[in-house]
Nanobody, 113 residues
Framework: QAQLVESGGGLVQPGGSLRLSCTAT????????MSWYRQAPGKQRELVAS???????NYADSMKGRFTISRDNARNTVYLQMNSLKPEDTAVYYC???????WGQGTQVTVSS
């Protein structure tokens, strides 16, 4: 079975930065496009950013210029660099593999002073 394991969440002050990682493990036939989603309390899960196997990227408008998604195909890992964090970025962040159709367990990001 394939799994996605996330890390890198935590508590950060407004204006700070965090880097999330998500590594695919197990039986990996085809990972394909990988995405980061987030879900804040009482809100629906929303797309943050996606990255194709070849490196093409797509971002939600509110994250453009602040967040950067990247991937290391040799390590089966996708990253999310988050800068200039705001309190409204507080959420559980999940990674998702389109090819594997698998979600990670989520990592909490809290932006607060």
């Amino acid at each position: 079975q394939a799994q996605l394991v996330e890390s890198g969440g935590g508590l950060v002050q407004p204006g700070g930065s965090l880097r999330l990682s998500c590594t695919a493990t197990g039986r990996l036939f085809y990972i394909g496009t990988m995405s980061w989603y987030r879900q804040a309390p009482g809100k629906q899960r929303e797309l943050v950013a996606s990255i194709l196997t070849g490196g093409g990227t797509n971002y939600a408008d509110s994250m453009k210029g602040r967040f950067t998604i990247s991937r290391d195909n040799a390590r089966n890992t996708v990253y999310l660099q988050m800068n200039s964090l705001k309190p409204e970025d507080t959420a559980v962040y999940y990674c998702y593999s389109v090819g594997l159709n698998v979600w990670g367990q989520g990592t909490q990001v809290t932006v607060s002073s």
